[in-house]
């Protein structure tokens, strides 16, 4: 992260805690808005994973006594709208606005300087900050600046039968990318050679020079900024690492995943150059429609047709379950369109077990033989006989 990052980023804000909280209190408010955030809690907000990724990198720095250290003089060193409060005197003080000084902006803007007194080397002054914050040639980096970058993350997208996401399955796929050399299995240098750390350098990527109370610091003109120089190319990926092939890549889908849902597979996207991380792989799944189940949430629903006297005498009908049939008793005098409930029979994932549904719905046969015409119209008669009135306590009146 750049001190430009950090200047303009509230890490305290987005814990909800003071800029003099203690580290327990910083901890107890990053794990509730990390359990409440969390992906897994809300897998269909992007609001509340972009939310998430905020407090995490707020947690990363602020829980770092060194990072927070840093933080706090970075931030200090540039706010309460008194300039640089560090010596500059009349020698050219440092304004925010366009009053006087220079424009802040200017400090991330090639070339720009304070009191146009000249940038960098490389003509980016936000190199500046790497003398004032200790980065020099003997001091502490964080990385090296031009070193080969993490390979792009890759997307992918996959057709599942109902069935497998609800119970989880493994598909693979072919995907053509940029990938490991075969070769040199990554490094760029030949086979039986390995790159060498950069003798201008040190392996860091970056010379450092001082000019007065500055620090600058420049990519290395030997080793480009990578820190490794490699005398003797691969002549198949001709130095980079990485060539374009097929591969098949095995994707673990977790039981429950819902229609929409992307499943992330960590180190399977593009290769890095010269060995650098690979991105990710990110793969969308789409759930087909079943005939049977429907889904709410970890809960599995289906409507049952049962007959007119199956509700009123009661039985035992044999349903479906993804692992399997099983009975379900309805009562007597069951009204039509009321649902039951099958504990722990519907989708089950590692946060729990769902429920299966089950709606009842009358079947009215489409005709009758004469003999169950006449025992219909006989139960009609005793049924009116003995004063029963289906529309009773109907609104619309009887």
Known sequence: MTQREWLEKDFYKELGVSSDASQDEIKRAYRKLARDLHPDANPDDPAAEERFKAVSEAHAVLSDVDKRKEYDETRALFTGGGGYRGGFGDRGGFS???????????????GGAPGGRGGAADGSFSDLFGGLFGNTGTGRRTGTPNAPSRGRDLSAEVSLEFREAALGTTVPLSITSPAACTTCHGSGAKPG?????????????VVSRNQGAFGFSEPCDVCRGTGSVIDDPCATCMGTGVQERSRTVTVRVPPGVADGQRIRVAGRGEAGLRGAAAGDLFVTVHVRPDRVFGRNGDDLTLTLPVSYSELVLGTTVSVPTLAGRVGVKIPAGTVDGRTLRLKDKGIQTKSGSGDLLVTVRVAVPRSL??????ALRAYAEVEQASGFNPRAEWPGGA
């Open 193 to 205: 050679t390995s790159p060498r750390v950069c003798a201008k350098c040190n392996g860091s990527g």
């Open 369 to 374: 033989s004469d003999e169950a015409t006449q």
């Open 96 to 110: 925010t606005g366009s009053g006087g000084g220079f424009d802040f902006s200017d400090l991330f803007t090639p």
